[in-house]
């Protein structure tokens, strides 16, 4: 049996999950969210708290039992606390601003890039060198967090571009300068 199957998941108040033949849907303040559980997965709900079963066993099953212990819990902490993300714009000049649904990025570019926000997925722009990407789903939060720091990734040099707020660059150093002393071969 799986470690991470066994615990049981607390549900907190304002969250409610009900069960649909194979589908789980979650509902909280933040949002609504639904997965498709597969056969060897069961469900029990027992008051404030939430277990995950498996009917076969073997290594396939624990897989399944820890996998989808996790993704339940990760829904249930997203439609009641939601996730975040936050990212830094590094470089002179390098700015974000929101129009809309529309995110507008100058990262270093001839022209602004121009990224549209996904449904469920809110931005923030406090400054406009940083950004807070939140959501309802953990995984479409951390898929537009990176496919915006893919637009322009941290170079190693100067640093420039779009990072995580925690993330540390390591920085290589630039083409050493000759020296006064060296020969002119």
Do not use: C
Request: charged share 20%.
């Amino acid at each position: 049996m799986s470690r991470i199957g066994r615990t049981p998941i607390t549900i907190p108040a304002g969250v409610k999950i009900r069960a649909e033949e194979a589908t789980l849907f979650v509902e909280g303040g933040k949002g609504k969210l639904s997965i498709v559980l597969p056969p060897a997965i069961l469900v029990t709900t027992e008051g404030e708290k939430m277990k995950v079963a498996t009917k076969e066993e073997g290594k396939t099953g624990r897989m399944m039992h820890g996998l989808y212990r996790a993704l339940i819990a990760n829904m249930v902490q997203g439609v009641s606390a939601g996730f975040s993300k936050e990212l830094e714009i590094v470089g002179v000049g390098y700015r974000a601003s929101l129009q809309g649904k529309q995110l507008n990025l100058s990262v270093g570019f001839s022209h602004p890039v121009v990224v549209s926000i996904p449904e469920g997925i809110t931005v923030e722009v406090p400054k406009p060198t940083f950004l807070i990407v939140k959501g309802a789903d953990r995984q479409a939060v951390g898929q537009f967090a990176a496919n915006l720091r893919g637009i322009a990734p941290p170079e190693p040099y100067k640093g420039k571009g779009i990072k995580y707020a925690n993330e540390v660059i390591r920085r290589k150093a630039g083409k050493a300068a000759t020296g006064a002393g060296a020969k002119a071969g």
